[in-house]
């Protein structure tokens, strides 16, 4: 781990860097902590999911089932 001395370092190392030079820089910072296994976690591909609630709704009338859900609420 870096001392907070040596990210102040660093820091202004990178202001040195050109727009170009730094979007580099980022871009091989991603690479690395990607291959180190800590990339984001994988979006939910929700065409996934269709058809998982199926047997679920035991009413074929949606308005039915919601006026039951609001009875139970009072």
């Known amino acids: ?3 907070p001395n040596t990210l102040v370092e ?9 727009p170009n030079e730094q979007l580099r820089l980022v871009e091989r910072l991603a690479h690395h902590l990607r291959k180190s296994g800590l990339s984001p976690k994988k979006e939910l591909d929700w065409k ?3 058809g ?3 047997g679920l709704w035991k009413d074929d009338d949606a308005q039915e089932y919601v006026n039951r859900l609001r009875e139970d609420r009072v």
Do not use: H, P, V, W
């Not at 660093?10 to 050109?18: D, N, P, V």
């Open 1 to 3: 781990m870096q001392t």
């Open 48 to 50: 996934n999911l269709y």
């Open 52 to 54: 998982l609630g199926k």
């Open 10 to 18: 660093i820091e202004k190392e990178i202001a040195r860097l050109s």
